[in-house]
T-cell receptor, first 113, second 113 residues
């Protein structure tokens, strides 16, 4: 079974730009959760997608948005990038909104300059 | 709001020594996770603890859970250099429909020869 893959692995953007990060969920998983991990901090929950619908979000502004596709892969979009958006973005896939059996991807390192 | 506190945040050990990392959380939870993260890498699941008194061991690591005290410990026995990493605990409030995880800030463990 394939694991969770994220792309790209690294990218550098300029303040004010927009970025799209991608996550392919593990086979058999219908839920994708996104986390932001700033340097030296624990991951923070951004939002979760379950069967193509958003199922809750954390304390992140509306410029963070997402999508989930029929094959359960997902995108995270961030508009109007700020310097503080520089972080490692992790997605985790699971079944039926659960965190049990979370499988994390390897992450996308975003640097905003 | 659920809060998760880990201590210590930094731990420098000599090989062969024992030590314990503590994880306190502020509200009831039915599930506690321990993860390992190597520099620049994703999260690797170590343990999931599901009930009061649960104890799990893998190699030189042993995790336990006391739900009444809202405390989990990760005990390291006879540390070796390969254990150097950042360790996170994470919990999810039972009322959350998306089972989002709240992480501690992590404990950076360095094992010196």
């Amino acid at each position: 079974e394939t694991g969770v893959t994220q792309s790209p692995t690294h990218l550098i953007k300029t303040r004010g730009q927009q970025v799209t990060l991608r996550c392919s969920s593990q086979s058999g998983h219908n839920t994708v959760s996104w986390y932001q991990q700033a340097l030296g901090q624990g991951p923070q929950f951004i939002f979760q997608y379950y069967r193509e619908e958003e199922n809750g979000r954390g304390n992140f502004p509306p410029r963070f948005s997402g999508l989930q596709f029929p094959n359960y892969s997902s995108e995270l979009n961030v508009n109007a990038l700020e310097l503080d958006d520089s972080a490692l973005y992790l997605c985790a896939s699971s079944r039926d909104r659960s965190n049990y059996g979370y499988t994390f991807g390897s992450g996308t390192r975003l640097t905003v300059v | 709001e659920l809060k998760v506190e880990q201590n210590p945040l930094f731990l420098s050990m000599q090989e062969g020594k024992n030590y314990t990392i503590y994880c306190n959380y502020s509200t009831t939870s039915d599930r506690l996770y321990w993860y390992r993260q190597d520099p620049g890498k994703s999260l690797e699941s170590l343990f999931v603890l599901l009930s009061n008194g649960a104890v799990k061991q893998e190699g030189r690591l042993m995790a336990s859970l006391d739900t009444k005290a809202r405390l989990s410990t990760l005990h390291i026995t006879a540390a070796v250099h390969d254990l150097s990493a950042t360790y996170f605990c994470a919990v999810a409030p039972p009322w959350s429909s998306n089972y989002k995880l709240t992480f501690g800030k992590g404990t950076l463990l360095t094992v010196n020869p």
